[in-house]
C-alpha cells in the first residue's frame, strides 16, 4: 500500500514558476522509482521527470533545463520544480511510483505500480 498525494498545482503566467510536491506514504521499497507525468485534454499521457532512490534523474526531451525534480531525505516527499512554463504545459500532473528502477529508464505509464490522483497546472497567455 503505497499513497501519493500531489499538491502546489495552480494558475500561473506564462514565464512563471510552480513547485509540485508529492507527499508518499509506504514501504521506501516499494518506491524506489518515482516520477511525475502529465496530461492535457486531447493528449496522450507523458512523462515528465523520472529519480531514482539513489539520485539517478531523467527528463523528457519537451522540459529539459526547465523542470527539476528531486526528493528529501527520506524519499517521503517528492518535488517538480517547474521554470519559465509557457502554455504548452498546461496539464494535470500525477506522481508515481514503483518498485522497480527500470520504470525509471522507461518512463512509460504502464511500468509503474501506484498513482496519484494529480493536480492541475494551467498556464494562461
Known amino acids: 500500500q503505497v499513497r501519493l498525494v500531489e499538491s502546489g498545482g495552480g494558475s500561473v503566467q506564462a514565464g512563471g514558476s510552480l513547485r509540485l510536491s508529492c507527499a508518499a506514504s509506504?514501504?521506501?521499497?516499494?518506491?524506489?522509482?518515482m516520477g511525475w507525468f502529465r496530461q492535457a485534454p486531447g493528449k496522450e499521457r507523458e512523462g515528465v521527470a523520472s529519480?531514482?532512490?539513489?539520485?539517478?534523474?531523467r527528463y523528457a526531451d519537451s522540459v529539459k533545463g526547465r523542470f527539476t525534480i528531486s526528493k528529501d531525505n527520506a524519499g517521503n516527499t517528492l518535488y517538480l520544480q517547474t521554470n519559465t512554463l509557457g502554455p504548452e504545459d498546461t496539464a494535470m500532473y500525477s506522481c508515481?511510483?514503483?518498485?522497480?528502477?527500470?520504470?525509471?529508464?522507461?518512463?512509460?505509464?504502464?511500468?509503474?505500480?501506484?498513482w496519484g490522483q494529480g493536480t492541475q497546472v494551467t498556464v494562461s497567455s
Open positions: 529519480i531514482q532512490s539513489d539520485g539517478t534523474a
Open positions: 508515481t511510483a514503483d518498485p522497480s528502477y527500470y520504470a525509471c529508464t522507461t518512463l512509460r505509464p504502464a511500468d509503474f505500480s501506484y
Open positions: 509506504g514501504y521506501t521499497s516499494s518506491r524506489q522509482c
